[in-house]
């Protein structure tokens, strides 16, 4: 899976030292919540989309709420906009 | 001084023991103190020493003073160039909103009124007290049936929204709500005083209506004030009455406030502890804040 920049998955801090598995593919993260929040977004998007992957995700926003286009391996396109509860849960994700 | 994150306690001044206080927790991926830096200081890893440089202008209060200093960090948190999605939601709030508000907010009031008691039993200092009890009566306890409490305009709007005093009384409040009291609570039992007037009464700035014009960095106030002119059906009248009697009393509330814990955190050597607490709670309220929207979504796109 391809993600913006070489910080946590995220939010793109260089912070923290976390990884975690996502699709067969090892992601830095600045924090566990950061990896919750991203992993709790893929399988929301497959699970809306029927993908069987996430080839890329791109992101803008902050943790207040993010604008998120994915891509799918075979190039199809999803946009939602998505935020989180301070626990990583989906609060609110709305088609674009 | 205080870590804003944890309140683990460092000497006058330490700046460079705070940076390796949050440095270490962050080379570690602590998600309190990592998510502290990302959002106040940086998103960039860098040395201690230059965290150390980055966290002292953060905290320098030398140019605004301590009232001031205060004033830029809630208004960069709450109405800065994206402002928080609850005060985006309340510029001209849906029914679901202000029912959000309502469900959740019930519950903050009554931690209010504990987090009060709290000052005002740490407290021997005249004035603080009576301030004290005068926040605590417009508030909670009102002044007789002509001037009802912020808390009894705030059940008439859910009243007025179509939901039962004794439905809006019985509903408990959301985790992240819960999760915000405790924090309060917390504050109030193990913070000195003027940390928690800080906290608390910090808070009240969410409806100091000169805000906007006092501090360019604020680019909306808590909602669109032709909401409560007299000829607008946008909301109802209960709703124009619980927002306005906030929008009358909380510029009044939090100068005063402001003003008084700015007197005693430099007569009693706390700037730097009531800068780490109000830090904590402007955060804590802003996970508050969410919970009322979160509130809000079980009521989108019904009329009752």
Same mark, same amino acid.
């Given at each position: ?56 995700? /791109? ?38 | ?55 002292? /202008? ?76 005068? #926040? ?71 409806? #100091?209506? #000169?805000?906007? #014009? ?29 927002? /306005? ?60």
């Amino acid at each position: 899976m391809r993600v913006e920049g070489t910080g946590c998955a995220i939010c793109g801090s260089t912070w923290g030292d976390y990884w975690e598995e996502v699709d067969g593919q090892s992601l830095f993260f600045c924090c566990s919540l950061c990896a919750t929040q991203f992993k709790n977004m893929v399988q929301e998007v497959k699970r809306r989309t029927g993908w069987k992957a996430v080839a890329e995700v /791109r992101m803008a926003g902050d943790y207040r709420g993010r604008e998120c286009t994915a891509f799918s391996p075979d190039g199809k396109e999803y946009s939602f906009a998505i935020w989180f509860d301070s626990q990583g849960g989906i609060q609110g994700f709305k088609p674009i | 001084m205080k870590c804003p994150v944890c309140w683990a306690e460092f000497g006058t001044g330490a700046y460079e023991a705070l940076a390796g206080h949050m440095h270490g927790e962050a080379e570690r991926s602590d998600v309190n103190h990592v998510m502290w830096l990302n959002r106040n200081v940086t998103k960039t890893r860098t040395s201690r020493e230059e965290l150390a440089v980055m966290l002292r /202008r953060y905290m320098d209060v030398a140019g605004l003073g301590l009232v001031g200093w205060m004033k830029l960090r809630f208004v960069e948190r709450f109405f800065g160039s994206r402002p928080h999605p609850f005060v985006v939601a309340l510029q001209h709030p849906s029914r679901a909103t202000l029912l959000g508000y309502v469900l959740e907010h019930q519950h903050f009031l009554k931690q209010w009124v504990r987090s009060c008691a709290y000052i005002m039993a740490k407290t021997d200092r005249e004035d603080v007290i009576l301030y004290e009890l005068d #926040n605590v009566n417009t508030e909670f306890g009102g002044y007789g049936p002509q001037r009802p409490s912020h808390y009894e305009l705030l059940i008439r709007m859910g009243e007025s929204l179509g939901l039962s005093r004794e439905e809006i009384l019985s509903t408990g409040p959301l985790p992240e709500t819960q999760r915000a009291l405790e924090v309060w609570d917390r504050i109030g039992r193990e913070c000195h005083w003027v940390e928690t007037m800080a906290a608390m009464h910090g808070l009240e700035l969410i409806a #100091n209506r #000169n805000l906007k #014009n006092e501090m360019r960095e604020a680019t909306v106030g808590y909602f669109d004030p032709a909401i409560l002119e007299a000829g607008s059906r946008e909301i109802t009248e209960e709703a124009k009455a619980f927002l /306005r009697e906030g929008y009358e009393a909380d510029v009044e509330h939090s100068e005063e406030a402001l003003r008084l814990v700015d007197k005693y955190s430099h007569q009693l050597g706390l700037v730097e502890g009531v800068q780490a607490v109000f830090l904590s709670s402007i955060d804590t309220f802003s996970g508050y804040l969410m919970a009322r929207l979160q509130r809000a979504q079980q009521f989108e796109g019904r009329n009752c």
